[in-house]
């Protein structure tokens, strides 16, 4: 049985960070895409990241970039968001997702999904 299990989020100052944790179970993720994306409520998800298993550059939508990082820890079945500099409008649930089929340009159909971790940014 598959498991994610996201963690890392809460309540940080504009220009602070966090780093979110995803743990997977039921499955070797170092085969797999993984992808953090975000939703805040009355708005549609928005791909933050995305890590490929075949491509080494990843991928960081252009809100985040320069200020987010993406990784994975190769044997330990981690995953990882290193968020710096965040601001108020990173504010959102974010959920770490993983795909063995899907491309990361489709991450928002990755088929497992953690339960979400959620972050605040504010003063």
């Known amino acids: 049985q598959v498991q994610l299990v996201d963690s890392g989020g809460g309540l940080v100052q504009p220009g602070g960070s966090l780093r979110l944790s995803c743990a997977a179970s039921?499955?070797?993720?170092?085969?797999?895409?993984i992808a953090w994306i975000r939703q805040v409520p009355g708005k549609e998800r928005e791909g933050v990241s995305c890590l490929s298993s075949t491509v080494d550059t990843p991928y960081y939508a252009d809100s985040v970039k320069g200020r987010f990082t993406i990784s994975r820890e190769y044997g330990k079945n981690m995953a990882y968001l290193q968020m710096d500099s965040l601001l108020p409008e990173d504010t959102a649930v974010y959920y770490c997702?993983?795909?063995?089929?899907?491309?990361?340009?489709?991450?928002?159909?990755?088929?497992?999904w953690g339960q979400g971790t959620q972050v605040i940014v504010s003063s």
């Open positions: 039921g499955l070797n993720l170092d085969a797999y895409e």
């Open positions: 997702a993983v795909d063995f089929f899907t491309s990361c340009e489709k991450s928002e159909k990755f088929e497992f």
